[in-house]
Nanobody
């Protein structure tokens, strides 16, 4: 059974940085794509970034390009989201997600971690 556990959220001032971590377990993820999504109060969940576990190919939402960096540590089964130059509009619950490469929808989700950016 796939388990995704996010850590690293918190309260930070605008312009600051946070690193989110996602511990993945339950299977071999070499043929999976891992992603970060976020959901702000009153808004729909939105895509933030994704990475192919095996090849490292990355994608970013336009709103975070140049500020956020996704990475993975294959040996530790960890996925990270380094968030720099944070803005109040980055405030949201951030979720780690996983899907098989050939599937369209993300099947596995973590419980989320709160990120709050104060102005």
């Amino acid at each position: 059974q796939v388990q995704l556990v996010e850590t690293g959220g918190g309260l930070v001032q605008a312009g600051g940085s946070l690193r989110l971590s996602c511990a993945a377990s339950g299977r071999t993820f070499s043929n999976y794509r891992m992603a970060w999504f976020r959901q702000a109060p009153g808004k729909e969940r939105e895509f933030v970034s994704s990475i192919h576990w095996g090849g490292g190919n990355t994608l970013y939402a336009d709103s975070v390009k140049g500020r956020f960096t996704i990475s993975r540590d294959n040996a530790k089964n960890m996925v990270y989201l380094q968030m720099n130059m944070l803005k109040p509009e980055d405030t949201a619950v951030y979720y780690c997600a996983a899907r098989r490469v050939l599937e369209r929808d993300y099947s596995y989700w973590g419980q989320g971690t709160q990120v709050t950016v104060s102005s």
